[in-house]
């Protein structure tokens, strides 16, 4: 399953970090452009400078890691969506034969208008839960290896289920920790 990232799935870094750590295990091939890297340096800019020089290094780690996972801007001729800013993220989904699109921003990506060029629509929690049935391994190796880091960087323990929690994917949490 070939899927495109939107920029609200790249920052925040622990959902970056699931999600991308799914995917190194085979439950899917992620997807983006230069355009929604952009946009999550600019969301970080938003925080601070500090957060956007953070940004700019993650985003050049995670070219140098997946150097596949880039595609060229595409046209956005004749789509349309609630929110004229997100066309860029459907035309390079549909550009790209993306399966699907996850989003945590699911009013501005109507599933009516995704389904019209054979695209679905992702919330993060909800796949994540779907490959930790199929694969509840690898899955706990992706979250004990970030919860982990989450602790040495900072330099305190971490309940993993609130730290899903607070990172937009409660329902994982939950799961792994029942």
Known sequence: MRILLDACILYPTIMREVILGAAKEDAFKPLWSARI???????????????????????????????????????????????????????????????????????DFPTRILSKHNIIRRDPDGFLIEFAYENRTAMKRVVAN??????????????????LKRTGLPRLGKLLTA
Not at 43 to 70: D, F, K, T
Not at 82 to 92: F, G, Q
Not at 146 to 163: F, N, T, W, Y
């Open 146 to 163: 970030i919860h982990q880091a989450a602790e040495q960087h900072s330099g305190e323990p971490k309940d993993v289920r609130k730290l």
């Open 37 to 107: 890297l952009e946009e999550w340096r600019r969301a970080a800019a938003r925080h601070s400078a500090e957060q956007a020089e953070v940004a700019g290094v993650e985003i050049a780690l995670l070219r140098a890691n997946w150097p596949n996972s880039e595609v060229p801007p595409a046209k956005e001729d004749n789509l349309w969506l609630p929110d004229e800013n997100d066309i860029h993220v459907l035309a390079t989904a549909v550009d790209t034969d993306a399966d699907a699109i996850m989003t945590l921003n699911l009013k």
